[in-house]
């Protein structure tokens, strides 16, 4: 395309010249009648040879305003936004500044490309969307954990109490059942909130994949090709094992979905330095902002299905909790939003990069975890998780049945009722002593007043102005001895940012819990040195 620029315009015409041959936006002069007259070398995808009507690459949609921003195009800092689509159809959206010409009823556009700008803002709306959503979900998974640890510990009771009447038996067996399919649930909104508990370990990625292949191909079927390529030099991850294979089989999951006639599901797993350079992070489709772009070395799992991919409105959805396009009763829509709460709390980042037409149909979901050992750029280096203390071993007393009676007492503090009661009776149940009050207050006195307990048994995050951790720590003002048991339906990495004190995760049982893990944890900690 022709810049429009001859030497009868004067000394600056070669400069000019070079100006619409090199600028990145779009600089057009119009007729009266909106004709191109001269342009930049930039706007020949839109406008092709001068001559051209401006208004018809102009988006059907935004005609009227962009034809009314034209005509009154007399104030030099106006400023409006509008689309051009271009000899392939793609629509670009515009930020356009206009002014007229002295003489002869010209006007002057210089259009700038939106394009990142858009996408920067949408990526921040859905990185503040997502953290506002995994809050809730946390709180919402905190208080569903008390309602099931009710249900899933009267369950067991009454399976106890009926256990010579096989149809009690089961219609209890059926509500344990969906009582775990809450628990089920809750995980992994837990997950989906970056708040579980992981146990993370060093990892090789070639043997993690040589274990995994026999259950991929499994739940692909035979409908469905599997390829796996992994690089035998792959740097190790460190990672929970087990939540990056229930990740990876569900990812599979999906990639069935997709291909219901059958198709092509391929692994891949190669290792990736990433720069600071934007477009790194987005050959990979990399979701969400600049804060979450971490330079450095990373191991990449790329997993891609030649299915049916995904609109920009599902994908702008797909990983928010309970979005699903399954049907009724086929699937939670927590799958790929547990996905991204697990990859994002072990350090990494998730990418998608998906078409529905083309050769390349499909969609790769990438997974990036950085380098075990490695110092990102950028970002401070993770301090190294302590090692877990070595559960101690229960003392070597005689075994005693649950309901033989023990010398130990309990004082059992939570403000939940329900909660507090069905803890009572399992605990009576298993032969303890037990007090149960709802707060920390109540829990004082009984130790002022010379009470004496074997083990104080607490929720953590309680109402008033005493937290387990406070109170444990006032309590062993008294009695220096108290062994200690925390419970809560949070787990131990985001009880220690609420409560402002650290609570041991192998000192925590976390809500709901069936009676063998009470009975277990309570028997451990009884054995505990103080």
């Known amino acids: 395309m022709s810049v429009g620029v001859d030497a009868s315009e004067g000394d600056d015409a070669g400069e000019l010249r070079a100006f619409l041959e090199h600028v990145r936006d779009i600089v057009v002069t119009l007729d009266p009648e909106y004709r191109v007259v001269r342009a930049s070398r930039s706007a020949e995808r839109f406008f092709g040879a001068p001559g051209g009507s401006f208004l018809e690459a102009v988006h059907l949609d935004d005609l009227g305003v962009a034809q009314s921003a034209l005509e009154s195009a007399l104030d030099p800092r106006a400023r409006c936004e509008w689309r051009l689509v271009d000899a392939d159809g793609d629509e670009v959206p515009f930020g356009w500044s206009l002014c007229q010409g002295a003489k002869g009823g010209r006007r002057f556009a210089i259009g700038r490309d939106l394009s990142e700008r858009l996408e920067s803002e949408r990526r921040l709306r859905n990185a503040q969307r997502m953290e506002a959503i995994a809050r809730l979900t946390g709180g919402i998974a905190h208080d569903f954990n008390n309602i099931l640890a009710v249900i899933v510990g009267n369950v067991e009771l009454l399976l106890e109490h009926f256990a010579d009447d096989p149809q009690s038996v089961s219609e209890a067996a059926l509500i344990s059942q969906a009582a775990d399919r809450g628990v089920q649930l809750v995980a992994r909104l837990v997950a989906y909130s970056q708040r579980q508990d992981l146990a ?25 090709a599997l390829e796996v390529e992994v690089a035998p030099d792959a740097w190790r991850v460190d990672v929970d094992g087990e939540q990056l294979e229930s990740v990876v089989l569900d990812v599979a999951s999906n990639a069935v979905g997709a291909m219901p006639e059958g198709g092509r599901f ?75 709460g697990f990859v994002r709390q072990s350090g990494g980042m998730v990418g ?37 203390e070595p559960r101690p071993a229960v003392a070597p007393v005689a075994s005693r049945s649950d309901r033989e009676p023990a010398p130990a007492r309990i004082l059992v503090v939570d403000d939940e009722e329900l909660v507090r009661a069905q803890v009572d009776a399992m605990l009576r149940r298993m032969g303890y002593e037990v007090r149960s009050v709802e707060t920390a207050r109540e829990a004082m006195a009984l130790l002022e007043e010379g009470e004496r307990f074997d083990l104080l048994f607490t929720d953590v995050l309680m109402p008033g102005d005493m937290s387990g951790p406070e109170l444990v720590a006032a309590a062993r003002g008294i009695v220096p001895a108290l062994r200690v048991l925390y419970t809560s339906g949070y787990t131990a990495e985001l009880l220690s940012q609420r409560s402002g004190r650290e609570v041991e995760a192998d000192r925590l049982l976390t809500k709901p819990y069936r009676k063998q893990e009470l009975k277990e944890k309570i028997e451990a900690a009884l054995a505990a040195r103080r």
Not at 307 to 333: D, H, N, Q, W, Y
């Open 352 to 388: 998608v990069r998906t078409r529905q037409r083309g050769v390349e149909r499909g969609t790769t979901i990438n997974l990036l975890f950085p380098r075990a050992g490695s110092d990102l750029m950028g970002a401070s280096p993770a301090a190294p998780s302590p090692a877990p």
């Open 200 to 224: 993370s370990a060093v990892s090789s990625v070639p043997e993690l994949f040589a274990r995994l292949k026999p259950r991929l191909a499994e739940v692909l079927g035979k409908a469905i």
């Open 266 to 340: 391929t692994v891949r797993a190669s290792n990736v330095t990433l720069g600071f350079e934007r477009r790194d992070f987005e050959r990979l489709g990399v979701i969400g902002g600049a804060g979450e772009r971490v330079p450095g070395d990373y191991v990449l799992l790329a997993f891609t299905d030649d299915g049916i991919g995904m609109s920009p409105e599902v994908l702008a959805s797909a990983f928010e909790p309970f979005f699903t396009t399954k049907g009724v009763g086929r699937g939670s829509g927590l799958g790929l939003a547990m996905l991204l």
